[in-house]
């Protein structure tokens, strides 16, 4: 299995407005995932640090697939896709990704 683990942090500055907009199309897409070997979960930062911060990331993104060859094909998937050209990139001044072998 491998799991998947996003981090992401928002252009500065930003409004709750925003951020809600933002978080609710991760969850969107969270809800209708392809390809996921089990739900994928987005969770959100409770703001008790400083924001300012450059170490400070805003929301996060979790799935696990049943392999790196089901991984590859949904980095390529249309849904995939339009989440990062759509949301991602106009949304967001950067994320990480993570990718693990789980038991």
């Not at 400070?56 to 790196?68: E, P, Q, R």
């Not at 980095?75 to 050209?85: D, S």
Request: with cysteine; hydrophobic share 45%.
């Amino acid at each position: 299995m491998l799991s998947h683990t996003v981090l992401f942090r928002l252009r500065r500055p930003f409004d709750d407005e925003q951020r809600a907009e933002f978080v609710a199309a991760l969850r969107t897409f969270a809800a209708e995932a392809p390809l996921t070997a089990g739900p994928m979960t987005v969770t959100v930062n409770l703001g008790v640090r400083d924001p300012a911060n450059a170490r400070f990331a805003d929301a996060a993104l979790s799935a696990t697939f049943t392999d790196a060859e089901t991984f590859t094909s949904y980095l390529k998937h249309p849904r995939h896709q339009v989440l990062a050209t759509e949301v991602l990139e106009p949304a967001c001044a950067s994320w990480l990704s993570l990718q693990a072998e789980v038991s």
